[in-house]
């Protein structure tokens, strides 16, 4: 960690992390656009090779605008150790497949990202991995599936697009007990709201493409955990099959680290404002926010989590049809399946995101024809209102 890092506050940590200047002294993180690097002799390869000196010498392996990257991020989450990946699904996955083989079990929730879904339905009973879900929000159901030996649980909290939660802390000692690694995609909490690790996880993983991007331009991921657990499953995986975020790419999240905070704390005050708004509509079937008293575990929000996050999800009355007009008829929001952006996005998890879902496991999971996810933006929370008004009075 860069000197002070460990006694910084937060937003000290979010500017100044991992900054490592170049002998130019430049004020900025400097862009190392470069793949290799040069060895000042043939016995200084030879000890990088061999691990005994830590200089850089491939970016597969590491970059310096990278470090500057990885380090800001695990000062930010209190992790020992940051690796920086191509993408969100390049992190969870490099995470769940640097310690399993075949053999092995995995439980996971099954309120999970689309490709997180996919990953542990298809691909890892593929090559030999047992896998199970569980409903998230079931303690009972956790109990039963972890009663067994596992090798890994991964879970999302809160998920898409119902915001349901997962008591982190209660599946960790579960996940514990059965012998397994607890991974953590905590991506709609974001950095600032939730500490899977505090709360007893041994692994974070994140898409930075979302909130720590944050103004949808670079895809990339992370993944943190104990140097103990990084330097034995992880690195090794990393270094021989090559995940690893684009300088360029981490040059954009370093800086973008820099307005976490200002950014999120917006967004999450206009996504509660605009929750009350919907839930006092006509319309509205329904509105889930984790921050309001109404979400069903909205207890268990406050125990685990120190903001809401940007994400409001609500059921419009007229199923489908009725969804289609309001998205159709936004003006400022826009319709996209990404999220975390400055710009206010929406979508259709029905038909979209969660299309591939069997319909009887969309339904229990609560995502009817009729719900619409917002990704609440930067944008003034009375246009956003405003928008949602005129686009709801189409519905008619
Ligand atoms: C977007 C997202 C991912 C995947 O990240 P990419 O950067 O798109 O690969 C995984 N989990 C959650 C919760 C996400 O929102």
Not at 145 to 172: C, F, I
Not at 310 to 327: H, P
Request: hydrophobic share 45%.
């Amino acid at each position: 960690m860069t000197s002070g890092a460990s006694h910084w506050r937060r937003a000290t940590r979010l500017v100044r992390a991992g900054l490592n200047r170049s002998p130019n002294n430049e004020t900025a993180e400097a862009l190392y656009l470069n793949s290799g690097f040069v060895f000042n002799s043939a016995a200084e390869a030879e000890a990088a090779f061999k691990g005994e000196n830590d200089v850089y010498m491939y970016s597969r392996y590491g970059n310096p605008t990278v470090s500057v990257f990885e380090e800001r991020l695990a000062a930010l989450e209190g992790a020992q150790m940051c690796r920086a990946t191509s993408t969100g699904m390049a992190a969870i996955f490099s995470a769940l497949a640097c310690q399993l083989k075949s053999g092995d079990r995995v439980v996971a929730a099954r309120e999970l990202f689309g490709s997180c879904h996919h990953i542990v339905s298809k691909i890892l009973p593929k090559w030999g991995v047992e896998t199970e879900f569980v409903k998230g929000t079931d303690p009972a159901a956790w109990e039963a599936a972890l009663s067994r030996p596992a090798k890994a649980v991964l879970l999302e909290s809160p998920s898409n697009p119902m915001l349901d939660l997962v008591d982190v802390a209660a599946v960790a000692d579960l996940a514990h007990a059965a012998g397994a690694t607890l991974i953590v995609d905590n991506v709609f909490a974001t950095p600032l709201y939730q500490s899977p690790l505090a709360l007893g996880a041994d692994v974070v993983v994140y898409s930075a493409t979302k909130h720590i991007d944050g103004h949808g331009r670079c895809l990339g991921g992370a993944v943190l955990g104990s140097a103990d657990w990084m330097n034995e499953h992880f690195i090794p995986f990393y270094r021989n099959t090559g995940p690893s975020m684009s300088p360029f790419n981490a040059w954009v999240m370093a800086k973008s680290l820099e307005t976490l905070e200002l950014r999120v704390d917006r967004m999450s005050a206009t996504a509660a404002m605009v929750a009350d708004w919907l839930s006092a509509h006509e319309k509205i079937l329904q509105v889930r926010y984790p921050g309001r008293a109404d979400h069903p575990q909205h207890g268990l929000a406050i125990r685990q989590m120190s903001g809401f996050g940007s994400l409001v999800t609500m059921e419009v009355a007229g199923g489908k049809d009725a969804a289609f007009a309001v998205l159709d008829a936004l003006s400022v929001i826009d319709l996209s399946n990404n999220l975390g952006d400055a710009k206010s996005l929406a979508c259709h998890p029905a038909t979209t995101t969660h299309s591939k879902l069997p319909v009887e496991e969309r339904m229990d999971c609560g995502i009817t024809d009729g719900v619409i996810r917002i990704s609440i933006g930067l944008e003034h929370p009375d246009d956003l209102t405003e928008d949602l008004a005129q686009a709801l009075a189409a519905t008619s």
